[in-house]
């Protein structure tokens, strides 16, 4: 079993940073993918932010513009998403999620975090 934790959600006016950590604990012998999503209130989860397991590749999703870096320290099971120039509509309950493969699909996602609050105010 794999277990993910994500951290360092908040509240913070329009312009502001936040870094999310997600902490992976468990059967962590072998280093996989990994993701971030989002889900809105009364929108579908969404993807945000894709990572290989080296980190050597990441992918976006269109709506973030270059605002976000994905990133991860294998050596502390711990990866990151740093979210820089947030907006209103960045507001969501913010997830980690490992998959099998490089993806930007939730159904290849087979392990995820509970999720945490990301606030944006005008």
């Known amino acids: 079993q794999v277990q993910l934790v994500e951290s360092g959600g908040g509240s913070v006016q329009t312009g502001g940073s936040l870094r999310l950590s997600c902490t992976i604990s468990?059967?962590?012998?072998?280093?996989?993918?990994m993701g971030w999503f989002r889900q809105a209130p009364a929108k579908q989860r969404e993807f945000v932010a894709a990572i290989t397991d080296y980190g050597d590749r990441t992918a976006y999703a269109d709506s973030i513009e270059d605002r976000f870096i994905v990133s991860r320290d294998n050596a502390k099971d711990t990866v990151y998403l740093q979210m820089n120039s947030l907006k209103p509509e960045d507001t969501a309950v913010y997830y980690c999620?490992?998959?099998?493969?490089?993806?930007?699909?939730?159904?290849?996602?087979?392990?995820w975090g509970p999720g945490i609050q990301v606030t944006v105010s005008t």
């Open positions: 999620a490992q998959s099998y493969t490089y993806s930007v699909l939730e159904p290849d996602y087979d392990y």
């Open positions: 468990g059967r962590t012998g072998r280093h996989r993918d």
